[in-house]
């Protein structure tokens, strides 16, 4: 158990912890949450011992293995394979010195302990987390210095998933996957076996993985049992009762107040009056559990709506130079269509959104645009194309070249920057600011069709609740593009699947995504196995065993199961012998001979396992 107590820790003139007390429990799947701002990421620099507390102290088990994702991208010539196998520091320093360790009882020690912690099974591990994330067998053996920054951050959180650490510390984990890595990842840590504390504000990622919420509100941290819809609930009941309270004490004081008041003056009811007024300043009041106001999103809707469809396809490819990405479209989107794009990074959903916007011309078929067609933009990169010394006052003012002063100020409180907010720079504004910021000016003068690639990212859940009205008030069509499983289902009315170079209608919900989504995961690990055990192709259907066959095979299994027996009995001798007091000092010679002989044994024994399952999947 962390023991997290009388926290107190502040940033410039902000306190972002007052005497916050909390305890953890051990191998809890525990949700953090809280205002963009509030000091979550301040937190675990404080657990992972980057930051000290003013006062308080941090508690954690000696011994306790933490993993955490650093904020720079790893990069260098080395393979991403490599890179993720070196995070088992102990694996990776235990293979090192068992090529130059010539003392016997030291090289037992380490083939010892290199199967204890299932050194040899380290590679497919590795593979089958990249996977997941996104990196076929080539790509995994790619240097990382080749993939983008976001890329390899994926790498980074595959490294630490890699190390299986006792704390496990994850700062938004899905800002850089897609969804299909997100489904994963969720997949994943629904089983993780120690103690998980995750930052997110994808709905779907808490609800589905986490059993408790530690929640971070006003400088102080409160822990919820149950997952986050749970969460909801019940801070939502006590918001009730705590304002039922507050109104019945308001109710009394007034009462007393009123007494008071009313008979001070008289002698005969002084002291009653003053009793009362003993009572009002003993009163404790009932602090009300109120949520700060979230700023709403305005997307302006169009101001006059274009005869459907406003963009049609017919037998269309697309792509860059002379390298054909996406071919077959023959699709129509409509002018109040909630479209959602589904499919793995890399599948050409960015292309197929820079051709439905115009930005990416066609090499083959029939593509009808509407002429007065005007197409909003919002991709998280484009924040980078912000002017950083700029503000939000003057990134409006050009769009506004006949407004007054009044008027430009009044536009940038609209879209969230009222005030002195709207003098801010650029570089002193949060993430979800700035994509506040640029959504405003993408949607500034009201797009037919609007395309959002990943809004959400930088957003905390009560502002991912408010862009979701935003979107379902605006009258225009949406192509959306989202990790975030909560928002596709609030707003998104057709499915549009890319996969296999083309666009297709996805007939189904996102329950049914899922589903693909694991099966097909599922298949190609299969199917990898399959390669691995050079079993028949996959055209090849075996025919049905005759009688003889099973016995033959029946009779084989029954001679593997024998074998394995024999060998498992003969590991458990070399480990007793290898266990004695003196094994190593009476006689190293034999000791290292034993421990040469365990390894082979199990190698041995490996194969015998894995030619027993295979016959027994085929019988």
Not at 242 to 254: F, H, P, T
Not at 291 to 301: A, K, N, Q, R, T
Not at 613 to 619: H, R, T, W, Y
Request: proline residues 5%; hydrophobic residues 40%; glycine residues 6%.
């Amino acid at each position: 158990m962390i023991h997290l107590n009388d926290l107190t820790y502040r940033l410039g003139p902000r306190l972002l912890f007052d005497k916050a007390t909390v305890a953890l429990p051990a191998s809890g799947r525990i949700g953090f949450v809280g205002r963009n701002g509030t000091g979550k990421t301040t937190l675990f620099r404080m657990i992972a011992g980057e930051l000290s507390p003013e006062d308080g102290s941090i508690n954690i088990p000696a011994r306790t293995r933490l993993g955490r994702v650093e904020q720079e991208a790893p990069g260098g010539p080395g393979k991403l394979i490599d890179f993720v196998l070196e995070a088992d520091k102990e694996r990776a320093a235990l293979l090192r010195e068992a090529e130059t360790a010539s003392d016997p009882t030291r090289i037992a020690d380490i083939q010892m302990r290199l199967v204890d912690i299932d050194a040899h099974s380290a590679p497919a591990r590795a593979a089958t987390i990249l996977s997941g994330l996104g990196f076929d067998h080539e790509a995994q053996h790619r240097a990382l210095s080749e993939f983008s920054g976001g890329w390899r951050m994926r790498v980074a959180l595959a490294a630490v998933l890699f190390s299986t650490p006792d704390l496990l510390l994850l700062d938004e984990p899905t800002n850089y996957l897609d969804l299909e890595g997100t489904l994963w990842l969720i997949d994943y840590l629904k089983t993780y076996p120690a103690t998980i504390l995750v930052i997110s504000h994808d709905r779907d990622m808490l609800d589905a993985v986490c059993d408790h919420i530690l929640h971070l509100n006003e400088s102080r941290l409160s822990l919820w049992k149950g997952n986050y819809t749970s969460f909801e609930k019940q801070r939502r009941e006590l918001q009730a009762v705590q304002l039922k309270q507050k109104k019945k004490q308001d109710d009394q004081r007034r009462h007393l107040q009123s007494f008071v008041d009313r008979f001070r003056a008289k002698a005969t009811k002084a002291s009653q009056a003053q009793s009362r007024l003993k009572i009002l300043e003993k009163m404790e009041p009932v602090a009300a559990m109120v949520d700060d106001e979230v700023l709403p999103f305005h997307l302006p809707s169009p101001q006059k709506p274009l005869s459907p469809p406003i963009v049609a396809m017919e037998s269309v490819s697309t792509g860059y130079d002379e390298r054909t990405i996406l071919s077959r479209l023959s699709l129509n989107i409509s002018n109040d269509d909630r479209i959602g794009l589904l499919g793995s990074n890399g599948n050409g959903k960015s292309t197929f959104a820079k051709l439905a916007g115009g930005r990416l011309a066609p090499m083959s078929g029939a593509l009808r645009r509407s002429q007065k067609l005007d197409v909003g933009f919002f991709a998280q990169h484009q924040i980078d194309d912000l002017e950083p010394h700029g503000t939000p006052y003057s990134h409006v003012a050009p769009l506004m070249v006949d407004g007054t002063e009044a008027k430009i100020r009044a536009r940038c409180a609209r879209m969230g920057f009222p005030h002195v907010k709207a003098d801010t720079r650029v570089t002193e504004l949060s993430g979800g600011e700035k994509a506040r910021l640029l959504m405003g000016l993408a949607t500034f003068h009201g797009p037919h069709l609007l395309i959002m690639d990943e809004p959400t990212n930088h957003l905390d859940i009560d502002s991912r609740a408010a862009l979701i009205e935003a979107i379902n008030e605006y009258e225009g069509a949406v192509i959306l593009v989202s990790h975030d499983r909560y928002l596709l289902e609030a707003c998104a009315d057709r499915l549009w699947l890319v996969a296999d170079g083309t666009v297709k209608n996805f007939d189904g919900d996102m329950d049914d995504y899922t589903k693909f989504v694991l099966e097909q995961a599922g298949a190609e690990r299969e199917a990898k196995r399959r390669e691995a055990r050079d079993e028949r192709p996959k055209s090849e259907t075996p025919p049905p065993p005759d009688r003889a066959t099973k016995r033959e095979t029946k009779k084989k299994l029954d001679q593997l199961e024998e074998q394995m027996n024999k060998l498992q009995g003969l590991l458990a001798r070399i480990d007793e012998a290898l266990a004695a007091p003196d094994a190593f000092t009476k006689d190293p010679a034999k000791a290292s001979q034993l421990a040469g002989q365990r390894a082979e044994v199990e190698r041995t024994l490996a194969r015998i396992e894995e030619e027993w399952l295979m016959l027994s999947e085929e019988a």
